[in-house]
């Protein structure tokens, strides 16, 4: 088996060359750091797990071009200190392995470019053979060993750490912003320095990383008991039908697109702030909207969303929906175009002729309109709505004209 990565929290005392290799520094520089009065050794000379992340955090503060010395002097004379990190709330930044990737790779039989996809969904640089592995790095490696053991295609294990880190990303940079303007701020405008701040911070870090992380799992476990049961869903029907004992409905799932009119002129006009205010809103509106009908929210657009429904009829009721709700609510108009087709999902997200003439009959439509195609149109013969044909529509960047119609509510 892969070694497993060893917790810091486990560890109390390291020596200089334990803290250099962990850190991914020299031992030189630990050194440097002591002579600076920045680590501070404990009896015997030896160093506390935040003393790794000490060094690897001002490294990487000196490669981004921050002086050292000057980081010294604030730190002797109080007005900078990384005592922060020593609380829990940094236990999970862990340290460098005793394998190299390219040990990892050889020992294991892991080829080295799928490992090195690995590095890379951590968010950093691809590694070089002679690189050591994160202890963190070493769960996910797990992970694809046995992947691999049971016949997982290498490009859908590079696929899947693709999705994950991408997702993750988002949902860190989105945790960090939030943290400074509603944590790390006010403290600071409290009247606290800086130094207090960044300890406070830790304090209150140590309390909160436990639950978000508790809370951020059961999200994500409750997403897989949707996604899981709509799986066992389709299986029991394709059982089902091949029996005999059930005739489901064929209707080729659809793709609608909304955005706002007037959003490039609303950000020139009343800035930045106000424009992304709207598209928090608009984001709250429309999420509502598409789940209670069945649907997802694919991806943001900036002053739009790409929407995704198994069923036509009900993503028409929900663009109705979004469009009166933007209204009430005196946002700029919305306008979508809604589509239904044959489409490929990857990594997220979805491709094909569909999704693209969805895209652009949401261009074509006027504001306040929705906008459906002749087979998404079919398929709401119950609906109470009405059509109203716009005639034969050559679209940007389709060969051939559509037949299209604007949908209301029945009079």
């Known amino acids: 088996m892969i070694p497993r990565a060893r917790s810091l929290t486990k560890v109390s005392e390291l020596s200089r060359q334990e803290v250099a290799h962990k850190a991914g ?81 050889e020992g294991k039989g892991i080829p080295f470019d799928l490992l090195a996809r690995v590095r890379e969904a951590f968010g950093y640089a691809e590694p070089r053979p002679e690189d050591y592995v994160r202890e963190d790095e070493l769960a996910v490696i797990e992970s694809v060993q046995i992947q691999l053991s049971q016949g997982v295609r290498p490009a859908a294990i590079e696929s899947m750490l693709r999705v994950y880190a991408e997702s993750l990303r988002q949902i860190a940079e989105t945790e960090t912003q939030w943290y400074r303007t509603e944590v790390e701020s006010p403290l600071l405008e409290s009247g606290m320095s800086e130094r207090e701040m960044m300890d406070a911070q830790a304090e209150i ?75 928090a809103e608009l984001r709250g509106l429309v999420r509502r909207s598409s789940l209670e009908h069945g649907g997802e929210s694919v991806k943001w657009l900036g002053d739009g969303v790409m929407f995704y429904f198994p069923d036509p009829a009900e993503g028409l009721i929900a663009a109705l929906e979004m469009v009166e709700g933007v209204a009430a609510r005196e ?29 652009r009959m949401a261009d074509y439509a006027r504001p306040g309109e929705v906008l459906a195609s002749q087979v998404v149109v079919d398929t709401a013969s119950a609906l109470p709505v009405g059509f109203d044909a716009v005639g034969p529509v050559h679209l940007k960047g389709v060969a051939d004209p559509l037949d299209l119609y604007t949908v209301h509510r029945a009079r």
């Open 205 to 279: 870090g140590s309390r909160l990383v436990p639950v978000m992380e508790r809370a951020l799992v059961a999200m994500y476990h409750g997403q897989q008991e949707r996604t899981w049961t709509k799986n066992a869903v389709e299986n029991l029907e394709t059982v089902l039908e091949r029996e005999g004992l059930y005739a489901p409905l064929t209707h080729p799932p659809a793709v609608s697109f909304l955005d706002l009119t007037g959003y490039t002129r609303l950000t020139e006009e009343e800035g930045d702030q106000a424009a992304a205010g709207l598209a």
């Open 331 to 359: 946002m700029p108009p919305a306008r979508v175009g809604i589509h239904a087709g044959p489409v490929i999902f990857q990594e997220g997200d979805y491709f094909g002729r569909t999704v693209n003439i969805a895209a």
């Open 25 to 105: 520094v020299d031992v030189g520089f630990v050194d440097q750091l002591v002579e600076m009065g920045i680590l501070t050794p404990g009896d015997g000379d030896v160093f506390a797990p935040g003393d790794v992340r000490r060094a690897r955090w001002i490294d990487n503060y000196q490669s981004a071009g921050v002086p050292l010395e000057g980081i010294a002097s604030a730190v002797r004379d109080g007005t900078l200190s990384f005592t922060y990190l020593d609380v829990s709330a940094f236990d999970w930044f862990a340290g460098l392995s005793s394998t190299t990737f390219q040990e990892l790779s």
